[in-house]
């Protein structure tokens, strides 16, 4: 239940708290857009915390101010929100106790298929299988309601059950990829829906004729064999990015040949750890180099612009800050809001010039 959530909106005046993302007067029923919380971190192998992700960018999301010089109409965009479920919350609080165990075993040398960590390994493993078909069962009524959804995570795992209601939904889509990460882990560290497989676990996936991937600077020799073997996946990695920008290549070019390989509908699974990690100090996995905050926009509007349309998203691994520090959520939620909008106004056409 949200308090005030009819209250007239003016988007020129302070924004009042309203339980939604935004403060936006929407409910979910009236909503184009509904954003789906999933407060999960429990396979975080770095740094945890991410599971407070959706609740640190709902926090800064009501002091955005909501001119957009791409969508001047961008305000208007009815998102809806559904509340952040504390059930989820708790077995995420339990399931990451038994993960950290297990973690801490192979940490200190101890192999993945060890007897020891077999139950609890069977144990996280069952909860993550659960939260995907939750997320899939909410993801799949929304979508049935004609409803766009977009993903809050969470760690990097949680978007699978969006990415499987989209694949009964359309024959042929493909996912953009902002990350720091391949995440084409098979089971890293013995978790099936780790945060690092999330890509493995989408590939498996026939409806998913493509994954580009963008930004990727922290990778293994064994997800660089799976890319060059799957024709499916092209990655454009940091560096090579880098590269071409010091040599004289603009951005611009560089986000044309990006979106060229992508088909007509299009998933974004952006991974906040894509970006600079200025721009996200505090997330689970932070990487030296990455792209910037406007370099991201502007492949996202420029992927919107050459006609794709956006059939969902997610944005994973925004982590908040101790003390109150509010910085990632405050980038978490202007990311949020781009998303949100780019994707309602891309099932239309001609709306940017
Ligand atoms: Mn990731």
Redesign the pocket.
């Known amino acids: 239940m949200h308090i005030g959530i009819n209250q007239a909106f003016n988007p020129n005046e302070i924004t009042v708290p309203n339980g939604c993302f935004f403060g936006f007067p929407y409910e979910v029923e009236e909503a184009t857009i509904v954003l789906l919380p999933v407060p999960w971190d429990v396979t975080t192998s770095y740094r945890e915390g991410t599971a407070n992700g959706p609740q640190a960018i709902l926090d800064a999301s009501v002091q955005l101010d909501w001119y957009d010089f791409d969508l001047p109409q961008a305000w208007q965009t009815k998102c809806g929100t559904i509340s952040i479920n504390s059930d989820i919350q708790d077995q995420n609080r339990a399931m990451r106790a038994i993960a950290k165990l297990i973690i801490e075993h192979l940490e200190s040398g101890g192999k993945v298929n060890d007897q020891a960590i077999a139950q609890q390994l069977a144990t996280v493993n069952q909860a993550s299988a659960t939260l995907n078909h939750w997320v899939y069962t909410q993801a799949w009524e929304l979508l049935e309601q004609g409803k766009l959804v977009g993903i809050v995570g969470g760690d990097?795992s949680v978007p699978l059950g969006l990415m499987q209601a989209l694949a009964q939904r359309y024959a042929d889509y493909g996912i953009l990829?902002i990350?720091?990460?391949a995440?084409l882990r098979q089971a890293y560290e013995g978790f099936t829906y780790s945060?690092?497989s999330?890509m493995d676990n989408a590939l498996k996936l026939p409806q998913i004729s493509r994954l580009v991937q963008v930004g990727i600077r922290d990778v293994c020799e064994a997800e660089m064999a799976i890319v060059q073997n799957d024709e499916r996946i092209v990655m454009f990695d940091d560096w090579q990015l880098k590269t071409n920008t010091y040599e004289g290549i603009p951005w611009a070019t560089q986000c044309d040949k990006i979106i060229s390989h992508l088909p007509d509908k299009v998933y974004i699974?952006f991974?906040i750890?894509?970006l600079n990690p200025a721009y996200c100090p505090n997330t689970g996995t932070p990487v030296p180099g990455g792209l910037e905050f406007n370099e991201a926009i502007y492949l996202l509007r420029s992927l919107v612009k050459a006609g794709k349309t956006i059939i969902g998203f997610d944005l994973?691994?925004v982590a908040p800050g101790d003390g109150g520090d509010e910085w990632d959520g405050n980038v978490g939620a202007r990311l949020l809001y781009k998303l949100a909008c780019l994707q309602d106004f891309s099932q239309e056409t001609q709306f940017l010039d």
């Open positions: 990097h990829q990350d720091a990460h995440d945060h690092a999330i699974s991974d750890d894509g994973c691994e």
